[in-house]
């Protein structure tokens, strides 16, 4: 893999895919000083997104908070 100028890396297909990685996914990145690793690790949580261009009613914004809330009190 090769860092980029904007620091990022691009996680291989096959890495993905055993992890169960999919765009959008949350992961936590950290360097194991023991180790001398970067390790990666998924949170399951995924990003609200709402697309723009169109209206969004009351029930989808109810919707959208409830599911943020049950995702921010997951452990």
């Given at each position: 893999m090769k860092v980029t100028r904007n620091y990022q890396v691009t996680i291989p297909a096959p890495v993905r895919d055993e992890a169960g990685l999919r765009e959008g996914d949350i992961v936590e990145v950290l360097y194991d000083e023991e180790e001398g690793v970067i390790k990666i690790i998924p949170r399951r949580r995924?990003?609200?997104?709402?697309?723009?261009?169109?209206?969004?009613?009351?029930?989808?914004?109810?919707s959208a908070v409830e599911e943020f809330l049950e995702e921010a009190t997951a452990p």
């Open positions: 995924r990003r609200l997104t709402i697309r723009l261009g169109r209206s969004i009613s009351v029930e989808e914004i109810e």
